[in-house]
């Protein structure tokens, strides 16, 4: 049998990118110490692995090694970030496309602290903001704080966050990079935003339990979480020095060295022709949907800018039990349902019902998305061109 087609990169990337697993057992089986405590030479050795692999990161993703943190995820960063910064009735100004890692935490600062959260609809069909709108929702509200995913999870539209941070300066801005970075070009220098959070597993083709952030000069973050660093020990506080003050507990030193390795690896292949190269298999797979009948593309434009995501449903057809099939009998494996993003599937009208998502990724190929065309379409020839009268196959 034909082996799976992993389409469901945005969820977590897979296969990682070459070199990982084998820098992750060298570090295991070989120096494994706990990194910055102490200074015997397997502590000095991982130490040198944790600040090479913060080099590589800061290096792929144009930022300073010293304002590049390491964490447990992007969950946690950004959790970190709305925490940190907006206080008692603060206002905050977000798209309707966000991930419920942004939306949960900015709920609860609603309910605890009376934070006002305002996502902006957007014009654009796909609820992708302008610039202009941000930056009235802003004025409108006095918010302190914008948020926004730098690509939506669901559709994969990308965000124009550095003309929204132009637009809206000198009121700083968050950026949710889980979907975008390592897959979409990234140079954290040039976009004028305060801060960027993401994964280490998805696009960057790392290891799970490893979030990155990225600091822009001079912008002041509190930890959330406060212990340990292996620096300054006479103190009961924590260090004001980056990266200690937002590293506290001994970290997930082999994730990191992971992280690093993929890092490298993407460096070397370019994020460019990863992006082109997931873009142009993202086209191809729903240029071939969009014509049969009563399959839907909520959020699908074209022309926009856009990762290698995007959602589907077949009119008529339960997205679960599809889904479930097309991995069975098709080897496609896709994720299915609200994407932790029930915002985003309200704004683009595919709520509750959700949508069966795919997403490639750099070793993903043209067969792949070939092979999702084709059993849509058998499936769809078989159900009837009318997905009034559709049943379940
Ligand atoms: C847009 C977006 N933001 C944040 C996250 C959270 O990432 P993690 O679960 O790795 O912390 C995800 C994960 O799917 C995401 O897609």
Partial sequence: MTPPAYLDQAATSFPKAP???????????????????GGHRLTVAASRAVEAAREAVAALLGAEPERTLFGPGCTFWLNTLLDGLLGTDDAVVCSSLEHNAVMRPLRWLEESRGVSVHPVPASDPHGVPEPEEVAEAVVRTGARLVVLAHASNVSGAVLPV?????????????????QSAGSVPIDFARMGVAALACSAHKGLLGPT???????????ELPPLVRGGTGSRSE????????????????PNTVGIVGTGA??????ERGVASVHAHERRLALRAAEGLVDLPGVELPGWSPTAPRTGTFSFCVRGLDNGALAHRLDRENGLLMRVGL?????????????PDGTIRASFGPFNTESDADRLVSAIAA?????GSNPEDRRQP
């Avoid at 103190?235 to 001994?250: N, R």
């Fill in 235 to 250: 103190s009961e506080q924590m260090p004001e020095m980056l990266p200690d003050l937002l590293e506290a507990g001994t």
């Fill in 339 to 351: 994407h932790c993003a029930p915002a985003a599937h309200r704004r683009l009208g595919s709520f």
């Fill in 162 to 178: 550095e003309e929204i941070a132009r637009a809206v300066a000198p009121v700083p801005v968050v950026v949710d990079a889980a």
């Fill in 262 to 267: 993929a890092s490298a690896w993407l460096r």
């Fill in 379 to 383: 499936i769809v020839r078989a159900t």
């Fill in 19 to 37: 070199g990982v697993s084998a820098a992750m057992a060298s570090f295991l089986d070989g120096f494994a110490g706990n990194p910055g405590r």
């Fill in 209 to 219: 339990g490893v979030g990155i952030l990225l600091l822009a000069p001079g912008f």
